[in-house]
């Protein structure tokens, strides 16, 4: 059975940190494309980062230069290190894998498998 369990969420006011922990089973993590995604209230599911097996990464322009996305293949565990925060970057984050040629897009479309979510917060 598949599982993605988000954890590392929580309340932080603008400029703060916050790490995003994604703990996968259930499939063959390392061979997968793993990535962030977000959606507020009211708007789409949008990509933040994601990281390809060969440890290629692609980030979404708001995210470069703020966010890190990482990843510990031996304990199948995905992260996402998020710096500078600001109220725009309020969502629900769900973490993603997926197995197809067009990970790199940042497109929902393209992951198989999803977790259940974890708030992020930002006031300002």
């Known amino acids: 059975q598949v599982q993605l369990v988000e954890s590392g969420g929580g309340s932080v006011q603008s400029g703060g940190s916050l790490r995003l922990s994604c703990a996968a089973s259930?499939?063959?993590?390392?061979?997968?494309?793993r990535g962030w995604f977000r959606q507020a209230p009211g708007k789409e599911r949008e990509g933040v980062a994601a990281?390809?097996?060969?440890?290629?990464?692609r980030y979404v322009d708001s995210a470069k230069g703020r966010f890190t996305i990482s990843q510990d293949n031996a304990k199948k565990t995905l992260y996402l290190q998020m710096n500078s925060l600001k109220p725009e970057d309020t969502a629900m984050y769900y973490c993603a894998a997926g197995n197809s040629w067009w990970w790199w897009r940042l497109s929902p479309t393209s992951y198989n498998y999803w977790g259940q979510g974890t708030q992020v917060t930002v006031s300002s």
């Open positions: 259930g499939f063959s993590y390392s061979t997968y494309s």
């Open positions: 990281i390809n097996s060969d440890g290629s990464t």
